[in-house]
């Protein structure tokens, strides 16, 4: 397909013609690449967005009760600067403003750039370093003659470049191909205090490695690690210093991970030249500009047009500040940072898009209000998929934000933690009908209050990190008012010490509700499918447990600790100078905060039904309410039988609407 180079800047233009679809409608057309003379009519359309834009302006100054829309003809089209959308391009509420694909077309905007003139790696001082099998399958081309001038750097998030061939993302060569190598001894001077995990570490990034495989690293020069250095929930990125492969030593670069380094860590490594050993991997030498590149079986790199990720902007869309304006059908891909930023306004929608590829994330909400994104798609992130900030939570004046009918799939690629699908930080905002799936870690992570979790399906998540949970919020008994309904939560059962929930509430959490949720195959180790660490008030209700380890697990502080907490200066900033938990809207919102120094590890577990699982309780709590816990075998059913009223009925249960759950309408789903 003919690729497009766009610049996003302003251009002067005169004589514009219309197209009216109503007479409060006007519509203009483009289709990048037709010609200098077009007007934005369907016969004429512009070449550029930028005419568009400003035609878009101009209209709407001359007529401001009038509709527009933007259609956008297919292609492939390289960005060469980001797209920026400001106040002058709004719309109102009575006549928005929308960009949008033309019926039956896909324009896809990219920030990659295609790699041509390949040819076989004869180099013998490269290919000594290569293992016999796969010498004669290796390619090489020059980056720069592609236009890629700057060549970012392995671990740098929102510089690191990527390869991509026919729309897959290739593997930076590293070993082991999959998984992690387990360290030695750490070796640094300086001893780290003993945990409760009981393990040595230190503080300095010095180790022993015990596979002998990894003594021809030494004669590579940008070793990068990858590794779960002292907690198997916080991973990092690291520089190689130097390695030793008689005494078995690898030291890593300055400034070292904040929790140290234990012994028997995990890690692997990558940016790795001599471990291109299996079809898509590929390693770029920024010393000559030249990448290597082992193609998928099959495939010939000069028959197909594998593309690398050059477009360096924080995002490729920009709404700065405007507010009833969508984007709608449209493709964006393959940039190092990410997609869409929509700061200030109100009421923007990002619907039916989809957003792939990126080094960092798809979508930032940043403030405004009742921002939407709908029917997307989202997959393969190297850090989270959308990140939603608004409301004012000293007020409880809700930002009305939301995610609903979206998928999001295959992210946090690079930053294995914290990384979730959605992030929702503020109050007030929903998130419905979605499903989140394929992660080494959480899929959601709350930071708020009001917030609506509902409809949603979350699925094999937290497949590679510990103490954590397909939702997860953390660390602040003032975050009230958030519900999770209905939600399918499925095969999230990983963790290496702890363990893994469908919905964790760690370190004081308090006042949620779990209601009418299925849990199956959820928890691990000393999880539950539900875990609550040291919170009070949450109310596990109507939900089915299948297959699961446990319902319920619980890890109770006891009075002492909770007092503390309360009386510590990080949790007194958090309940009275963030917020202020004893102000009239708080206390009239959530009267429980009335009674928070009392009753600690108080919440209530009750009319839930459990089929097959091992436990019904994990670590039972000091106090609390836990009554009509039913347990069932499965006797073959399938989790969707027992969710009828004919199963739920007879041990008091209401019917959980499990057919309603994930996206109803997405174009991209099948």
Known sequence: MKRIKISFVVLLFAGLLFSSCSEQTVALYVAPGSGTG?????????????????????????????????????????????????????????????????????????????????????????????????????????????????????????????????????????????????????????????????????????????????????????????????????????????????????????????????????YFGFNLFSEIDQPGEWYLDRSDGLLYWYPPEGTDPNGVEPTLSAYTSPYMVELQECSYLTLQGLTFQEGRGSAILVRGGEKNLISDCRIERFGQDGIHVQGGAGHGISGCLLADFGCGGIKLQGGDRRTLTPAGHFVEHTVVEHFSLFKRTYEPAVHMDGCGMRLRNNRFRFSSSSAMRLEGNDFIIEYNQISRVVDESDDQGGLDIFYNPSYRGNVIRYNHWSEISGGTHHGAAGVRLDDMISGVVIYGNVFERCGARDFGGVQIHGGKDNLVENNLFYHCTAAVSFSSWGRERWLKQLDSPVITKKIYEDVDIRSAVYQQRYPELKTLRENPDWNTVKNNLLVACENVFLRDPKKGVAENNPSLRSGGKSVQAFCSARELKPFGLKPIPFDKMGPKKNRWVK
């Open 38 to 266: 077009g007007n934005g009519t369907k016969e004429a359309p512009f070449n550029s967005l930028s005419l568009a834009q400003k035609a878009v302006r101009s209209l709407r100054k001359e007529r401001p009760g009038v509709s527009v829309v933007v259609e956008i003809k297919g292609g492939v089209y390289e960005l060469q600067s980001p797209w920026i959308l400001t106040a002058e391009d709004a719309g109102t509420e009575d006549a928005p403003v929308v960009y949008r694909a033309a019926r039956g077309d896909e324009p896809v905007f990219t920030g990659s750039r295609p790699l041509a003139r390949w040819r076989r790696l004869s180099d013998p001082r490269k290919l000594h370093l290569l293992t016999a099998d796969v010498r004669e399958k290796v390619y090489v081309t020059e980056v720069k003659s592609a236009g890629i001038l700057d060549l970012g750097d392995p671990t740098e998030a929102g510089k690191r470049p990527e390869l991509f061939c026919n729309g897959r993302l290739q593997t930076l060569a590293r070993w082991p191909n999959s998984g992690f190598v387990q360290a030695g001894l750490a070796k640094g001077k300086t001893i780290l205090p003993p945990t409760y995990i009981n393990k040595r570490g230190t503080v300095e990034g010095l180790f022993e490695y015990t596979d002998s495989h990894q003594d021809r690293w030494a004669e590579e020069n940008d070793v990068r690690l990858c590794g779960y250095w002292y907690w198997d929930w916080c991973d990092a990125a690291q520089k190689v210093k130097a390695i030793d492969p008689l005494k078995k030593l690898i030291e890593i670069c300055p400034p070292y991970h904040g929790y140290g380094y234990r012994d028997s860590l995990r």
